[in-house]
């Protein structure tokens, strides 16, 4: 009788332990699977009412499921209940150290509302807790850029560059903005170029310009002046007009557009040019143009490709040019590697090309001849500011240019540059 009992009462618990385990595994089960189901309709499906109504079973049965609490932030966000969806993003981020994704949400919760001074905040909280994710600090920026804030945009990223030199994006960014910056310049340019040929040059070029930047981009205007001499006696000269713009398109786009316009033969009668500029993610840029020029006898049609990369304080840029002329097409290739130090206006540069382009300002008057003619030019620069007030520059060229078919000589090149930013 006493063994009945005692197998009685063991067989009751035996019963109940498995009972339990059973309901607790398959609670676990349950659980896991709704956060699927509801994970699979948010992506498929628009049904977020019915998927709040899941998350709060699942919350009541496994009220530490941390994973529910984001999923009715982001389906109370889709519904735009703002409040709703904050309460449950900020339970979250408190909760576990794998919030990054809330942080996101609940950032852009306060930038669709235009509450910039809590989004910063929020930002401030994100970096504090996770300071290897530059996502935050980029997000900050952004925060700026919807201000239209581009003097705190300038001041931070500086703090960035400084941070993270090598990140080239940062550095993309930075010169973009530089770019937005009001100022005003007047300057000066004057090159010399000599050549190794007997009783030929050499050739003045001087130039007056002034530079308008503002936000929406800048206004350039130019006048150049040629003196091309001969056994010590001037040949020709002239004079050029010029106007040149680069204009914002977008956040990450802008445009370049320029003229010139001269009645002398020294220079093209007419040239007419426009890029457009895409930057990308990682530092990558892209160009795309067109370029006319008019010489007395002619036309010079030329399609603009080039790539562009920073990599860290390098930037890197290669340029094709295919021109057509008399029907006949013509390559020119132009590489460019700058090392920049503080500012877009602090940095040395080296120089590689192939054939003759129309955005060289010494040889543009002799497009028409050098077109169809072989060249190889090398060159280097160093341009420094100076209590951002005062920009000055060097720049050498050595190029070795066909003058008549199988008949070459070499040019040697010297420009100065010096501006005055008010």
Do not use: C
């Not at 941390?66 to 703002?82: A, I, S, T, V």
């Not at 205007?221 to 010029?242: A, H, I, M, P, W």
């Amino acid at each position: 009788m006493k063994k009945s009992i005692v197998l009685n009462i063991v067989s009751s618990f035996i019963f109940i332990f498995i009972f339990s385990s059973q309901k607790t595994t398959a609670q676990k089960i349950d659980t896991d699977s709704l956060l699927s189901v509801i994970i699979k309709d948010m992506k498929d499906g628009k049904n977020y009412e019915k998927n709040i109504e899941r998350a709060l079973i699942a919350k009541k049965i496994a009220p530490d499921y941390l994973d529910y609490y984001l999923l009715l932030g982001r389906n109370h966000d889709l519904l735009n209940n703002k409040d709703s969806a904050r309460y449950y993003y900020n339970y979250y981020i408190k909760r576990t150290t794998y919030n990054e994704v809330a942080f996101n949400y609940l950032i852009n919760i306060e930038l669709d509302k235009k509450n910039y001074l809590e989004a910063e905040k929020i930002i401030d909280q994100a970096i504090e807790l996770h300071p290897e994710d530059r996502s935050f600090e980029k997000k900050k920026i952004v925060v700026y850029q919807l201000q239209k804030d581009t003097k705190k945009e300038y001041n931070y990223l500086k703090t960035l560059q400084a941070k993270f030199p090598k990140d080239d994006e940062i550095k993309q960014t930075l010169f973009l903005v530089e770019s937005k910056i009001n100022s005003d310049r007047v300057g000066v340019n004057y090159s010399y170029t000599s050549f190794d040929r007997t009783a030929y040059g050499p050739w003045h070029l001087g130039s007056i310009q002034y530079i308008r930047e503002r936000s929406w981009g800048s206004l350039i205007g130019r006048v150049n002046y040629v003196n091309r001499l001969s056994s010590g006696k001037s040949v020709s000269d002239g004079t050029q007009f010029e106007a040149e713009s680069y204009f914002f398109t977008g956040k990450t786009s802008y445009s370049y557009l320029g003229v010139a316009y001269s009645q002398d033969p020294v220079f093209p009668k007419l040239k007419l040019a426009y890029s457009f500029y895409q930057s990308f993610k990682k530092g990558w840029e892209a160009d795309l143009g067109a370029r006319y020029i008019k010489p007395e006898n002619t036309e010079i049609k030329t399609i603009v490709l080039g790539v562009g990369k920073y990599i860290g304080s390098y930037w890197i840029n290669f340029r094709s040019y295919i021109q057509n002329s008399n029907n006949e097409y013509n390559p020119s290739f132009t590489l460019t590697t700058r090392y920049y130090f503080e500012t877009k206006y602090d940095y040395v540069s080296l120089i590689a090309g192939y054939g003759t382009s129309p955005d060289e300002r010494i040889t543009i008057g002799q497009l028409e001849q050098r077109v169809n003619l072989t060249s190889y030019r090398i060159g280097a620069g160093y341009f420094k500011s100076f209590n951002n007030k005062y920009l000055t520059g060097i720049q050498t060229t050595l190029n070795n240019q066909e003058y008549v078919p199988n008949k070459k000589q070499n040019e040697f090149e010297i420009s100065l540059l010096f501006q005055y930013k008010f």
